[in-house]
């Protein structure tokens, strides 16, 4: 068996007062391989951060609480774990990078000191060693002057740096599975492009799968292997990288492709989407993309289009493709 992580039928639901519930994350399914770079990408509100953060068990609850489904990490069941095993999971085997990374560095404590912290805990290194380890991580992940670097504060470094740092601190467990959920999206165009060579490097270097969590096109093409199209917490699309571009099925992903900038276009002509994601406790009773989707029909107001295997590992949320495919849930 060569998947590492396999989440079926997780129902992640929010209740936000009145009885009203969010229904942020609603019947998601999908296996990420060893090894492997899975994109997960949407708009925000699409469900994407949810996704991880139940991946991790660091949902709130209240008022969110996972309703239904199960998250398995080679096997084990991460949804029947106690606290205590979970945050052993959470510290050597998934590691995690976000958008800002100074709000996941502590503002008070060197680089060093956070790194060799981290190592002590989940490695059970002795302070010497740990941090010796932590200069050679530095070093890893491009910093010429790893001893200089370990001294400074986050606040010395520039976000590209900072992001460098919490890639170190992320591998230097050595994890199964690394979650990133927009870990350039703060950063600028050149620097963006480091960093996801940096993440793909690591990935090879560690053996670690990625589950790549973001709303760029862009990034997508240049680091997955496979993705998923997320929307209105459901997943509408998935299919291996190439698949996706070049046969492109559910016209939220057409829709999503358009919004990636090109050279030859003036990027102030760039489009957006018309229309929002429908707030999560405000699904349409049929297809939920059907108020901004272009080809909508008298029958996806009526009913929920289900996910389809139309191709070989390309499936479709779409009543376009009803009679294409066999139903895989
Ligand atoms: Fe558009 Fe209908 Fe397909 Fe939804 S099911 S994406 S509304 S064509
Ligand atoms: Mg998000």
Redesign the pocket.
């Known amino acids: 068996n060569d998947q590492l992580l396999e989440v079926k039928g997780l129902k992640t639901y929010f209740h936000i007062g009145k009885g009203k519930i969010a229904k942020a994350v609603d019947d998601v399914s999908f296996a990420i391989k060893k090894g492997e770079t899975v994109a997960l990408v949407g708009e925000s509100g699409s469900g994407k951060s949810i996704t991880s953060l139940s991946i991790m068990r660091l949902i709130p609850s209240p008022p969110g609480e996972i309703v239904e489904g199960s998250i398995s990490l080679e096997g084990r069941d991460l949804l029947s774990l106690s606290e205590d095993d979970m945050t052993k999971v959470r510290g050597n085997e998934i590691g995690m990078i976000f958008q800002e990374p100074m709000t996941s560095l502590d503002p008070v404590f060197t680089i060093g000191n956070q790194i060799v912290e981290s190592l002590m805990k989940h490695q059970k290194l002795k302070k010497k060693e740990a941090y010796e380890k932590a200069v050679d991580l530095l070093k890893i992940v491009g910093f010429a002057r790893a001893e200089k670097i370990i001294k400074e504060y986050p606040h010395q470094l520039s976000g590209g740096m900072r992001q460098r740092v919490m890639i170190a601190i992320a591998m230097s467990n050595n994890p199964k599975l690394l979650i990133a959920d927009e870990p350039t999206t703060a950063l600028d165009v050149t620097v963006q492009a480091q960093i996801l060579n940096l993440m793909i490097d690591m990935k090879e270097q560690f053996g670690s799968s990625i589950l790549l969590i973001t709303h760029d096109m862009g990034v997508v093409a240049e680091t997955a292997d496979r993705v998923l199209v997320m929307y209105g917490g459901q997943i509408v699309e998935e299919a291996p990288v190439r698949d996706l571009f070049l046969k492109t099925k ?3 992903t057409t829709a999503l492709l358009r919004t990636i900038p090109n050279i030859d276009v003036d990027l102030k002509r760039l489009e957006s989407i018309p229309g929002n994601v429908p707030p999560a406790h405000l699904f349409p009773k049929g ?1 939920r ?2 108020a901004r ?1 272009t ?3 008298a029958k ?1 107001l009526e009913e929920i ?1 289900r996910l389809l295997e139309i191709e070989n590992n390309h499936k479709v949320r ?3 493709y009803a009679s294409e495919g066999g139903a895989v849930e």
């Open positions: 559910h016209p939220y297809c993309f059907a989707c080809h909508a029909m996806c289009p779409c009543h376009l």
